[in-house]
């Protein structure tokens, strides 16, 4: 009886102490609600030209910038920082998908950031393939035959010698096309006669359809790391260009997690077509927000889906590694009535659309639309969005700046694929592809993205590449659309803020602006712009306060419990 009483003891007295163990380690570091943030110097972009090494924050707010020792003089107050780093205006991404991040980034990673030729892939593979996964089935993804060459497709007897007995799924990185093993295709109801390689989306999604669901806790926990991760990268804000991701009901799991007092980032959150409902908030609530909805006009360009005025290039990479046929051409995939008609209503509603478009017929039917409803109902204020913009046309540009359109290009393209663009679409058209150049000359509210998972969330890489141009193996691709660096994070914080709608309150270090800061190492503007990529973020400041990016922010009891519960 003792024995068990101390044993019981023994027991509450472990549990007290984890507890008491997990409150002190899941504080989070607070600054005081009125500090000066003593930086080695403030790169504001502010219209008024504000300048200084130090910024006085009040309520989350900005109230002043200037010289350190005047704001010290001015105002009694603490102070945070230590005059070494370089304090930006809070980066904004504003095209991304973080509930396929969060769910992607749970899979074994086989893409071109991580590995440079086949047998790399395979060894990864194989090495995976006794380990933890989060569902009973063995998923990758990333298999990339654009970036990485040499990538000839896995055959059925390589899947099963690396996994013989669990189901196994390759996802391609643009994830239009996949890779099965025989447990897979018996899964999904396929003969094996099929060979492993799925073509088609639908072969795909009925092959996915078979995997296991993880469960909502699990889900949220890793969408709530995923939050985390943007943070981490450097982002106070992100655009979410589409409520998708394999979840019963991604909408309300966004706002679950972005719509919290502390979350790591804002969210801006656009809408698919049967995803708006009358109660679709539209309110200007500084943590989560609905500006709009969004189209497809097209698809990937690495997977033959841009709807290009003229055809695709008949090279050895378009015929044979992506099986395109002679002088392949993608249709846009909606007609310009038809979305004229399914666009109008939100249009009128005052909401943003934000329309997928790479190849320059797409952009046009996008274009015409946009010009009809500015016509027959006239809305002054309201900015549409053209997303992504691979070739989009020198007249196109200045047709979208005259609508007050603005344009967001995926210059990843190039960090990823750009000695690849000449053999898809040739020389003249890998010249303006992601015409940054003339976006900044035209005069266009124009911003930047990585579209992760996409590409790796990496936003000074981003920026050194819409500088550069420099593809994989260094070349330059287009150098007439380089942009400077500070036309870069223009594009990447105010510039993201006016795509947004939001630029009353984000984009730049002004007074009155909310205090979201992103510091880091080095100056992008003063350091040779090779060495943009290389620029550390030290820390990420949203409405005053640090971004918590600690695993055990978000790993609660709670939350633990939940998960738990979930698995049993
Ligand atoms: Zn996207």
Redo the contacts with the bound molecule.
């Keep these: 009886m003792k024995f068990l009483k101390r044993c019981i003891a023994g027991t509450v007295g472990i549990f007290a102490m984890a507890l008491t163990l997990w409150f002190w380690l899941a504080q989070p570091q607070s600054n005081p609600d009125r500090y000066i943030l003593s930086a080695g110097d403030v790169i504001t972009l502010d219209e008024n030209h504000a300048s200084g090494n130090a910024v006085y924050v009040e309520d989350g707010i900005i109230r002043a910038v200037g010289d350190f020792d005047a704001l010290q003089g001015a105002f009694d107050v603490p102070t945070y920082g230590e005059g070494t780093g370089i304090v930006l205006p809070g980066l904004i991404e504003p095209?991304t998908?973080p509930i396929a991040s969060a769910m992607l980034g749970a899979t074994v990673n086989i893409s071109a950031s991580t590995h440079s030729d086949r047998s790399s892939v395979m060894t990864t593979l194989r090495d995976a393939a006794d380990g933890v996964m989060l569902t009973p089935w063995f998923v990758a993804w990333g298999w990339d035959p654009v970036a990485v060459e040499g990538m000839h497709p896995p055959t059925l007897a390589e899947l099963d010698a690396i996994s013989p007995d669990k189901p196994m799924l390759i996802l391609t990185q643009m994830l239009h096309e996949a890779f099965a093993n025989s447990a897979a295709l018996t899964a999904a109801g396929l003969p094996l006669s099929h060979g492993a390689a799925l073509h088609e989306l639908e072969e795909v999604n009925k092959v996915v359809a078979q995997i296991p669901p993880a469960t909502d806790p699990v889900v949220e926990f890793l969408l709530r790391r995923q939050y985390q991760a943007y943070a981490s990268a450097g982002f106070t804000e992100i655009g979410i260009?589409g409520a998708v991701g394999r979840h019963p009901d991604p909408v309300n799991l966004l706002q679950r997690v972005g719509n919290r007092a502390q979350a790591p980032v804002g969210t801006h959150l656009y809408l698919l077509d049967d995803q708006v409902t009358d109660e679709t908030d539209l309110g200007a609530e500084v943590n989560f927000k609905v500006p709009g909805v969004k189209f497809w006009l097209d698809g990937s360009p690495f997977t033959g889906g841009a709807a290009t005025a003229e055809p695709y290039s008949n090279s050895t990479l378009v015929r044979q590694q992506l099986g395109l046929s002679h002088n392949h051409s993608a249709e846009v995939l909606m007609d310009e009535n038809g979305f004229y008609k399914q666009a109008l209503p939100y249009h009128r509603d005052g909401r943003q659309i934000a329309v997928?478009v790479q190849g320059e017929e797409a952009v046009e039917l996008a274009l015409n639309v946009f010009e009809r409803l500015q016509n027959d109902a006239p809305q002054p204020g309201l900015r549409h969005r053209l997303?992504h913009n691979a070739l989009i046309t020198s007249d196109q540009l200045e047709r979208a700046r005259d609508l007050g359109v603005t344009t967001g290009f995926f210059v990843d393209h190039i960090t990823w694929y750009g000695h690849q663009l000449d053999a898809l679409f040739g020389l003249e058209r890998a010249a303006r592809y992601m015409p940054l150049g003339w976006a900044a000359e035209y005069g266009l509210t124009f911003t930047l993205h990585g579209?992760h998972p996409?590409t790796p969330l990496d936003p000074f890489q981003t920026m050194e590449t819409a500088v550069t141009r420099r593809g994989p193996n260094g070349q330059v691709v287009g150098s007439e659309q380089a942009l400077t660096p500070e036309q870069a994070l223009r594009a990447m914080t105010l510039n993201a803020a006016v795509q947004l709608g939001v630029e009353d309150r984000l984009g730049s270090i002004s007074v009155g602006k909310q205090a979201n800061f992103t510091i880091v190492d080095a100056n992008p503007l003063a350091v040779s712009v090779d060495n943009i990529s290389d620029i550390q973020v030290l820390q990420t400041i949203r409405n005053g306060q640090i971004a918590d990016t600690r695993a055990i922010a978000e790993f609660t009891p709670k939350m633990a419990w939940r998960i738990l519960m979930s698995m049993l």
């Design positions: 095209h998908h260009a997928h997303e579209d996409a």
